[in-house]
């Protein structure tokens, strides 16, 4: 069955980077686009960036642009989600998904927990 | 501002039916015909429960159903069940497909 399983979150402090890797197995992880979607405490879901099937598009929330690299890699079946430059309002439950088609997330992982506090 | 606008709450009694709206507020949001529903229990994995507006992946009750008319999606779910307490969200994308568009998500109480 599919299976997706974030790691990587913790407490860091602003200004600071962190990485989160999501592994997949399940399915033939380099057939399809996936997305990071994360949740701020209290807030609703927020979309925060898409890679294609083979990592040669990406796309990002205007929020997290030019600090935020999503990157994948296919012989590992492995997500990641590299985020720099840290800021409060970062802080979030993260949330890997897989894509079925155009925009459709079917299958999520459980998230993972990112705080950043000084 | 969400460029989908979703009621705050809703409310209903077991084995009752109710019905979450889903409003486009932005012509940056394309496509309207490929909205989905996703239900997030706290703590959990969301789950994908309509896409395309009203079709429904394998192993979603038929309890579950999705409409549109005008720029209003409708999710409808049918006898209530404690267990479908729970925040719901619909989705959309840009008109650049680059994106996902957030609902500001709905929460079921189920009394």
């Known amino acids: 069955q599919v299976q997706l399983v974030e790691s990587g979150g913790g407490v860091v402090q602003p200004g600071k980077s962190l990485r989160l890797s999501c592994a997949a197995s399940?399915?033939?992880?380099?057939?399809?686009?996936m997305h990071w979607v994360r949740q701020a405490p209290g807030k609703g879901l927020e979309w925060v960036a898409f890679?294609?099937?083979?990592?040669?598009?990406?796309y990002y929330a205007d929020s997290v642009k030019g600090r935020f690299t999503v990157s994948r890699d296919n012989s590992e079946n492995t997500l990641y989600l590299q985020m720099n430059s840290l800021k409060v309002e970062d802080t979030a439950v993260y949330y890997c998904a897989k894509v079925m088609v155009r925009g459709v997330l079917d299958y999520w992982g459980q998230g993972t927990l990112v705080t950043v506090s000084s | 501002q969400s460029a989908l606008t979703q009621p705050a709450s809703v409310s209903g009694s077991p084995g009752q039916s109710i019905t979450i709206s889903c409003t486009e507020t932005?012509?940056?949001?394309?496509?309207?015909?490929?909205v989905s529903w996703y239900q997030h229990h706290p703590t959990k994995a969301p789950r994908l429960l309509i896409y395309d507006v009203s079709k429904r992946p394998s192993g979603i009750s038929n309890r579950f159903s999705g409409s549109k008319s005008g720029n209003t999606a409708s999710l409808t779910i049918s006898g209530l069940q404690p267990e479908d307490e729970a925040h719901y969200y619909c989705t959309s994308y840009t008109t650049s497909s680059t994106s996902v568009v957030f609902g500001g998500g709905t929460t079921l109480t189920v009394l």
């Open positions: 399940g399915f033939t992880f380099s057939y399809f686009g």
């Open positions: 890679v294609s099937h083979d990592g040669s598009n990406r």
């Open positions: 932005s012509s940056d949001v394309g496509g309207y015909n490929f």
